[in-house]
Every structure is written in structure tokens, then in C-alpha cells.
T-cell receptor
Framework: KQEVTQIPAALSVPEGENLVLNCSFTDSAIYNLQWFRQDPGKGLTSLLLIQSSQREQTSGRLNASLDKSSGRSTLYIAASQPGDSATYLCAAFRGQNFVFGPGTRLSVLP | GAGVSQSPSNKVTEKGKDVELRCDPISGHTALYWYRQSLGQGLEFLIYFQGNSAPDKSGLPSDRFSAERTGGSVSTLTIQRTQQEDSAVYLC????????????????FGPGTRLTVT
């Protein structure tokens, strides 16, 4: 059974810092891994999708990497801004199973 | 609007009553997903549809839960004889196609329905 964990559970940083969020999964035979952000009281917004054949994806200040062999993905946020404050979730997909991590709650202080 | 919509946004119901939650996916999206997010817990995958078919219903928490999709579009999640532990935010998502190995997809989420069972 796939299990997804995320470290840290919460993170507070001053504006402008670069930061890394970590996602680990137990079953490396995934098809895709996706990163989302969730704002309080709202649904999820897709940030980046990495296919199993890819090693990283970039969008603006965000960069996500995937290392299937070690069961890890990282989300790198450059030059963080207060608007980046949200909960960040990773989700691993294989077969008919979508498994989400518990999320990292990020606070970027002005 | 071009996004996934869900209704109602909030639902308060008494224990034992039935509720129906609705999801309108993005037009043209063949895959549709239901999730549940309980307070302080992560997202729990419930069920997905490929077109109107739900190949795997094992993720539904109990036989009080059922879901259907008609016309390859709107989906309803029905909870019968609601219990307090059913209180959660129910999220719906859709994607252009259902993912397979090597294929690219993105799930687009609706804003959710907050269900409170008193």
C-alpha cells in the first residue's frame, strides 16, 4: 500500500528566502507525481506535474524534482513571497490509486 | 466559468438524513474524482469515473456512500443515513483523461462542499 509523507509539517520563513519542501513515497512504481497548493477554505490548485519518466519540472519560481529510485520528490520555491503562504500537498499516482501526503503548511512572513 | 464547480458549498444536515453532493467537471474532461478531507487529516481518495463508469468503488468508506455520473458530465455523491463522522469537506476534481503509465494529466479541483452532520 502506497504511503506518502511530507516533511516538514509546517514551515515559517521570512520573505525572500529560498525553501525546499519534501515528499516521500513508499512505492516507487508510480506513474506521476503532482504538487498542489491549498489555500484555507478553498480547493486545490495544481502547481506542477512530473511524469514517471521525468526528473524535474519548472514553473516560474517553482521547481519540482522526482527521484523514483529513492522514493522522493522535492518542491523548491525561490525568493518566497507572502502570497506563497498556503498548504502544499504532493500526490502520487499508480494504477487506480491516488495517494496524497498530509501537506506542509507554509507561512512566509513579510 | 471554465473550472470545476460543486454544490452546495455548505451543507448542514441532521444525523440520519440523506445528502446529495453535486460536481460539474470541466467540459470535455472524461475523468472525474471524489475526495474527502476531514479536519486535521489529509485527502482521502473515494472514487473515480472514466466516462460514466466507476471501475473501483473500494475507496468508498461504507455502503452508505454511492456515486454516479451521467452523460459523462455531472456527478453526484450520495451519503445515506449520515453520521457525524461523515462531516468533512468533499472535493471533486476532473482531468482530461484518466492517467496511465507515461501519460500526462492534471487534476483540476473544485472548491469543495463542506458537510456538517449534527
Amino acid at each position: 500500500k502506497q504511503e506518502v509523507t511530507q516533511i516538514p509539517a509546517a514551515l515559517s520563513v521570512p520573505e525572500g528566502e529560498n525553501l525546499v519542501l519534501n515528499c516521500s513515497f513508499t512505492d516507487s512504481a508510480i506513474y506521476n507525481l503532482q504538487w498542489f497548493r491549498q489555500d484555507p477554505g478553498k480547493g486545490l490548485t495544481s502547481l506542477l506535474l512530473i511524469q514517471s519518466s521525468q526528473r524535474e519540472q519548472t514553473s516560474g519560481r517553482l521547481n519540482a524534482s522526482l527521484d523514483k529510485s529513492s522514493g522522493r520528490s522535492t518542491l523548491y520555491i525561490a525568493a518566497s513571497q507572502p502570497g506563497d503562504s498556503a498548504t502544499y500537498l504532493c500526490a502520487a499516482f499508480r494504477g487506480q490509486n491516488f495517494v496524497f501526503g498530509p501537506g506542509t503548511r507554509l507561512s512566509v512572513l513579510p | 466559468g471554465a473550472g470545476v464547480s460543486q454544490s452546495p458549498s455548505n451543507k448542514v444536515t441532521e444525523k440520519g438524513k440523506d445528502v446529495e453532493l453535486r460536481c460539474d467537471p470541466i467540459s470535455g474532461h472524461t475523468a472525474l474524482y471524489w475526495y474527502r478531507q476531514s479536519l486535521g487529516q489529509g485527502l482521502e481518495f473515494l472514487i473515480y469515473f472514466q466516462g460514466n463508469s466507476a471501475p473501483d468503488k473500494s475507496g468508498l468508506p461504507s455502503d452508505r456512500f454511492s456515486a454516479e455520473r451521467t452523460g459523462g458530465s455531472v456527478s453526484t455523491l450520495t451519503i445515506q443515513r449520515t453520521q457525524q463522522e461523515d462531516s468533512a469537506v468533499y472535493l471533486c476534481a476532473s482531468s482530461l483523461v484518466f492517467p496511465a503509465s507515461g501519460s500526462s494529466y492534471e487534476q483540476y479541483f473544485g472548491p469543495g462542499t463542506r458537510l456538517t452532520v449534527t
